[in-house]
């Protein structure tokens, strides 16, 4: 039997943590425009293109509708705020805090967590529906 790669491992499990995401945040408003949309998306603070540290980080992504995740460049300002009021000052310097050092020390996953991460959304997944 072929071993999935690492890569293909993230992918599967950015699938479940985003799924997580929107049924968490299913009733919230959008974290960016605070406009209550009935589809959004896993919209991460720190973009996982240069977080990678941070992509599963349940205090670094937040139900963001598409208009604001995808298209407004202007979104991570009012993001900022409600992030903010969502998960306390505290979190929000800790998320900081990780994202600098994610930035200067790189992160690598490995399967074993990756493998385990996959089956804890699974199970928050499950207990949401």
């Not at 980080?57 to 509708?65: I, L, R, S, V």
């Not at 050092?101 to 490995?110: C, F």
Request: charge should be positive.
């Amino acid at each position: 039997m072929k071993k999935v790669t690492l890569p293909k491992l993230k992918a599967k499990c950015q699938l479940v943590f985003n799924e997580y995401i929107r049924l968490r945040d299913k009733d919230m408003p959008c974290i960016s425009c605070s406009q209550p949309k009935p589809y959004k998306q896993a919209g991460h603070f720190y973009p996982v293109q240069g977080f990678d540290g941070l992509r599963f980080n349940e205090d670094n992504c937040h139900g963001e509708c598409p208009g604001c995740n995808g298209f407004d460049d202007m979104h991570l300002l009012k993001y900022k705020d409600n992030l903010i009021r969502r998960v306390g000052f505290m979190k929000f310097r800790i998320l900081n805090y990780k994202a600098e050092d994610y930035k200067k020390n790189g992160y690598k996953w490995s399967r074993t967590e990756i493998l385990g991460l996959i089956e804890y959304y699974k199970q928050k997944i499950k207990e949401l529906k």
